[in-house]
């Protein structure tokens, strides 16, 4: 391998070149790769290297062994090049990508070839994010590594898949690189059948949905008697109003510690005296700075209560409660914070699911069962958004999806009253089954349960909703 030196002779100030004036050969090769000290032959016994002298790199396999030291789940950063320069150091990088993929760049001080690549290494990091582990060897420093690996030339590059060694590759090609890393990326993460499937409303993310109307509030407060008279309530109303009135900008947010206060108190009271603070909270709610500020609450005690609180009345607890309750919980997503929580949290989604099941059963009020849908929409949507931005793990817990599933598809063909309550299940059976693993209990259950007979039984409910139902029996098939 040929390095275009430089010498320069001081006395005269003039620096005359030595070998070969072009580069570029040069920097679209390779370079031979450094040596560890003890495996540079010595000459003439001497105990120092000759800096002139050349040698050539002695790898042995079993120069270095395996540390044994294995991670799983080292909660390594995404999105980044990883650096090792010992063994133990590369192992457990190798353990965390075991399960996806991992390429090892080979480099050196001492390689200009190598640093043409180093840019695009980056981007390629960062276009894996959580899909890839990419990591850097500086063999000027890791020799044990080298040795083990038998580099003899840099740029050399090693993929692995699923924990094993994929390929190998030397040189400084940008669009072999980059090839080579995309096309691993693929084989560890073929893209589901679903992505080449078209499907208008299924392939597309969703706005969740709210609930914004205002009803009287004079009316409303007087519902609660002496307790309406407290400032926190008064609040609340004035900032409902100014925002409906001027708009979020111009509208002060109340004292939400407060609030959250006043709501916890009176959740031992009776139900028709809970409701209408139930309902303003849900009018405040379409505010994000509102339910941001319930997503950061300290265990969430606010929202456990209130979904605690119908859960204990079960089947005594009244229409207004219900529908009140399921309408603040559809509002709650218009924060994101608290859109993710609500599916990542099982404190949360437990009773979110528990309380969409229940009440899609409400067959005596189409309005329930309604916003019953609205919410298992709104989960649905959310978890959805998260597989369109290749995320493999979902927010929503499987059981969780399951129970939910099973739900939808139970009251499904005894839904023929609301068409809108048709369309949200409908939609949210769609969204959960779209990108769902394919070895996943999800699409056991789909068809265990004979999903797509059961979708494919609405087709004749209306003609607005014929396209909806082709779409999800494609993907519950």
């Known amino acids: 391998m040929e390095v275009e030196l430089y010498v320069y002779d001081l006395s005269q100030g003039l620096a005359r070149q ?12 390779i370079t031979q790769a450094p040596v560890a ?17 050349s040698y050539s790199i002695r790898a042995s396999p079993s120069a270095a062994s395996n540390s044994g030291y294995m991670n799983g789940s080292s909660g390594l950063p995404t999105g980044q090049v990883h650096y090792a320069t010992t063994l133990k150091k590369l192992d457990v990088l190798l353990e965390s990508a075991k399960n996806s993929c991992a390429v090892i760049f080979f480099t050196s001080a ?13 981007e390629l990091a960062a276009e894996a994010g959580d899909k890839a582990v990419l990591i850097k060897v500086d063999l000027s420093e890791a020799y044990e590594i080298g040795s083990k690996y038998q580099v003899r030339a840099t740029p050399t590059f090693m993929s692995f898949l699923k924990g094993e060694k994929e390929s190998e590759w030397v040189g400084a090609s940008e669009s072999q690189l980059r090839g080579n890393v995309r096309m691993l990326l693929q084989m560890a993460h073929p893209p589901h059948p679903h992505s ?6 299924l392939q597309r993310r969703h706005k969740t949905v709210t609930y914004t109307k205002i009803p009287p509030l004079e009316k409303l407060i007087a ?45 031992q009271e009776p139900p028709e005296s809970t409701f209408p603070v139930i309902d303003l909270l849900r009018c405040a709610s379409v505010d994000p700075r509102i339910s941001g500020y319930f997503a950061a609450e300290h265990s969430h005690t606010t929202i456990i209560n209130i979904l ?16 009140v309750t399921l309408q603040l919980a559809c509002n709650l997503f218009t924060s994101p914070i608290l859109a993710h929580q609500l599916l990542r949290n099982a404190e949360l989604s437990t009773p979110l699911v528990q309380l969409i099941t229940t009440l899609l059963l409400d067959t005596a009020h189409p309005p329930v069962r309604v916003a019953a849908a609205s919410l298992a929409f709104n989960m649905a949507a959310v978890n959805h958004a998260r597989r369109l931005d290749g995320q493999e793990e979902d927010l929503l817990g499987e059981a969780s999806q399951v129970e939910l599933m099973v739900s939808l598809l139970e009251t499904l063909p005894n839904e023929s009253e609301s068409k809108d309550s048709v369309r949200g299940l409908l939609t949210a059976i769609g969204l959960l089954a779209y990108g769902a693993p394919r070895d996943g209990e999800l699409v056991e259950v789909c068809r265990a349960l004979g999903a797509k007979e059961t979708v494919s039984g609405k087709r004749a409910f209306s003609e ?5 139902v082709k779409e999800v029996e494609q993907v519950v098939a």
């Not at 080449?196 to 409303?201: C, H, I, K, V």
């Open 37 to 53: 000290p003890s495996a540079i032959p010595q000459q003439n016994g001497a105990s120092q290297v000759n800096g002139n002298s």
């Open 308 to 323: 605690s609180k119908l859960h204990a009345l079960g089947e005594k607890c009244p229409y207004s409660l219900r529908i």
């Open 196 to 201: 080449n499937l078209r499907l208008r409303t």
């Open 110 to 122: 001492t390689c200009p070839p190598c640093k043409l690549v180093y840019p695009a290494y980056d």
């Open 464 to 468: 607005d909703l014929e396209e909806l």
């Open 18 to 29: 030595m070998l070969k004036p072009q580069l570029d050969s040069a920097m679209r090769g």
């Open 223 to 267: 519902k609660m008697g002496t307790r309406g008279t407290d400032p926190a309530i008064t609040a609340l109303k004035d900032f409902i109003c100014t925002r409906e009135a001027s708009g979020a900008s111009d509208a002060p947010l109340p004292s939400l510690p407060s609030i959250a206060f006043f709501i916890q108190s009176i959740q």
